[in-house]
Nanobody
Framework: QLQLVESGGGLVQPGGSLRLSCAASGLDFYAIGWFRQAPGKERERVSCVGISGGSTDYADSVKGRFTISRDNAKNTVYLQMNSLKPEDTAVYYC????????????????WGQGTQVTVSS
């Protein structure tokens, strides 16, 4: 059983940056995705990184602003978020899949509890 723990959320002004972390023992055997869900909206897959870290992909809405990376020695995946916009406000979740990165939440077997990101002046 993989227990994912997210951290790093908070309140930031538009144009600011945050770095989210997703940690779990055994995480290095899984591809990891970051999802987000804003109130009244469907959950959106933001980014994903493959097991080795060599394969990454991003939603168009965050491309060029967010960077996903992983440090398997630390059992941690990061999401660096720059140039944040109010529309990035959401609860951010990390999730793990034994498969390759997928855009579908039903392909992910384990989920964290989420961390709130609020972008507001």
């Amino acid at each position: 059983q993989l227990q994912l723990v997210e951290s790093g959320g908070g309140l930031v002004q538009p144009g600011g940056s945050l770095r989210l972390s997703c940690a779990a023992s055994g995480l290095d055997f899984y591809a990891i995705g970051w999802f987000r869900q804003a109130p009244g909206k469907e959950r959106e897959r933001v980014s994903c990184v493959g097991i080795s870290g060599g394969s990454t992909d991003y939603a168009d809405s965050v491309k060029g602003r967010f960077t996903i990376s992983r440090d398997n020695a630390k059992n941690t995946v990061y999401l660096q978020m720059n140039s944040l916009k109010p529309e990035d406000t959401a609860v951010y979740y990390c999730a793990a899949t034994i498969q390759v990165c997928s855009g579908y939440d039903y392909d992910y077997d384990y989920w964290g509890q989420g961390t709130q990101v609020t972008v507001s002046s």
